[in-house]
Structures are given as structure tokens and as C-alpha cells.
């Protein structure tokens, strides 16, 4: 094959690698069961569980504040899973609000792979106010995120 009609091959061949490498080096998760999943007991957060509209199952972790109406949605951020967030479950209720925390699709708990769409669906509003509409006593609360 003559080098002319073989290059552009070439060229499209490593261009797919080097967006597949791309899209999977992005994302850093840690899957159960690494991580302090012994935290919830001793914080007194409840498994909760969603699935988002593409059929993967999220789960995260909810501690209600009595007191407040607030429920602040944290994102954890890239790396880890919601096991490694102890600080975050001690600080945010302290401060008052009840505090919903939730692994993205592929860390954690949750199924699926990450993916930049799916992550958008993972923390949409709709998916969250699943999850805090399933604790009864905080149906009415306002969902707020910080950052």
C-alpha cells in the first residue's frame, strides 16, 4: 500500500487511541470496598440510593439536620469516593444544614462508568430531589450547592 493512502489511516488510528486515553484519564475513581464505608454508622448517615434516567443506580449518603430546611448537595469532586469525605460529613451539619453526598456513577457504590454526560445526569436536580424527597420529613427542603 502506497504511503499516501496508508497515513491517513495512521493518523486516524492514533487519533482514536489518544481520545479514548483522554476520555479515561480524567476520571479517578475508587469503587466499594475501598475507603472508611465504617464512617456512616459513626456519622449517623443513611445509605440512600437513586436511579438517574439512563437506568444507573447512584448512592450516596444523607444526614438530616432536624433543624433546618437546608439540604446542602456536596460533590465530592474527582478523586476517592464518598467514604474519604469525613471532614465534609462532620463540618456541614455541624454548621446546620442536612447534607446529601453522592458518588458519581462508577465510584463508590454506584454503578455504571463515569462519563462527562453522565455525571452531568448524576447531579441533576431531578435525581437529588429524588433522593431527599425519599426521607418524608425533608420533602420540603430547599436543596442548595456550594461552590
Request: proline share 4%.
Given at each position: 500500500m502506497p504511503w499516501?493512502?496508508?497515513?491517513?489511516?495512521?493518523a486516524v488510528l492514533i487519533y482514536g487511541v489518544l481520545c479514548f486515553l483522554a476520555a479515561r484519564s480524567v476520571y479517578y475513581p475508587t469503587k466499594y470496598p475501598a475507603g472508611r464505608w465504617d464512617l456512616r454508622a459513626q456519622?449517623?448517615?443513611?445509605?440512600?440510593?437513586?436511579?438517574?434516567r439512563d437506568g444507573v443506580r447512584i448512592h450516596g449518603w444523607f444526614i438530616r439536620s432536624?433543624?433546618?430546611r437546608l439540604v446542602t448537595l456536596f460533590l465530592h469532586g474527582n478523586a476517592g469516593n464518598i467514604a474519604y469525605r469525613e471532614s465534609h460529613f462532620r463540618e456541614i451539619p455541624a454548621a446546620g444544614s442536612s447534607l446529601l453526598m453522592i458518588d458519581y456513577r462508577g465510584y463508590g457504590r454506584s454503578s455504571g462508568r463515569p462519563t462527562e454526560r453522565g455525571l452531568y445526569a448524576d447531579v441533576s436536580l431531578p435525581c437529588c430531589?429524588?433522593?431527599?424527597?425519599?426521607d418524608s420529613s425533608a420533602f420540603s427542603a430547599t436543596i442548595v450547592t456550594p461552590g
Open positions: 499516501y493512502i496508508a497515513w491517513p489511516f495512521v456519622l449517623g448517615a443513611t445509605d440512600v440510593w437513586a436511579n438517574t432536624a433543624e433546618s430531589a429524588r433522593i431527599v424527597a425519599s
